[in-house]
């Protein structure tokens, strides 16, 4: 089993910053791919970042990059995400996810991934 918390969710002004953590428990964190997704109200959950078990490569959806950064560290069990240059339309709840059997380092779709946190919620108000 593996348990996923995220924090550091908010309000903030178009333009500000704001970094999530996801900490995980369980399993063995550094053999998972780790991923962020959001979710704004009535649309489906969309993928925004995910990060390699090491951390050395990472892919980000193209309405976030440049702006967005997915790190982690091993040694505490967690992941980041920095969000910088914060826009609306970013307003979502935000969900980390692990994907505990990865078959491929680029895992965009949430079919992908095996466990979720119960998600943060970020308001960008303009």
């Known amino acids: 089993q593996v348990q996923l918390v995220e924090s550091g969710g908010g309000l903030v002004q178009a333009g500000g910053s704001l970094r999530l953590s996801c900490a995980a428990s369980?399993?063995?964190?550094?053999?998972?791919?780790v991923g962020w997704f959001r979710q704004a109200p009535g649309k489906e959950r969309e993928f925004v970042a995910t990060?390699?078990?090491?951390?050395?490569?990472?892919y980000y959806a193209d309405s976030v990059k440049g702006r967005f950064t997915i790190s982690r560290d091993n040694t505490k069990n967690t992941v980041y995400l920095q969000m910088n240059n914060l826009k609306p339309e970013d307003t979502a709840i935000y969900y980390c996810?692990?994907?505990?059997?990865?078959?491929?380092?680029?895992?965009?779709?949430?079919?992908?991934?095996?466990?979720w946190g119960e998600g943060t919620q970020v308001t960008v108000s303009s």
């Open positions: 990060i390699s078990w090491s951390g050395g490569v990472t």
């Open positions: 996810a692990a994907d505990t059997a990865p078959i491929s380092l680029r895992a965009t779709r949430t079919e992908e991934y095996d466990y």
């Open positions: 369980g399993r063995t964190f550094s053999r998972y791919i």
